[in-house]
């Protein structure tokens, strides 16, 4: 097998690869017309909000339902939290900007 710089290995998965592929996807992104980035945009949210959530995004929803006095977001906030910790989390509960970090 011949290895080309921006081939994955994945048994030996280095960091560098891995940042020309994030900064190859992001070009190929910006030249994509309206329609297709919308339709990548959907698939992005759909896929982040699958996972589950970081020790920190979670510590964060936690802290909300310490704080709250409102029954109807403590419930809420509860849900996300099981949601964030299993997957599957409601957008609502966090920040977009924030789950791509």
Known sequence: MTYRPN??????????????????????????SPAEQSDVIQFIFALAWKRPLTPEEL???????????????VEMLKSALVAGFYGEVMPEFCNPSERTK
């Open 7 to 32: 081939q994955l290995d994945f048994g030996e998965l280095r960091a560098s690869s891995v940042m020309n592929t994030v900064a190859e996807i992001k070009t190929a992104i910006e030249r994509l």
């Open 59 to 73: 510590v964060r929803i936690t802290q909300r339902l310490v704080e709250s006095e409102n029954p109807v977001e």
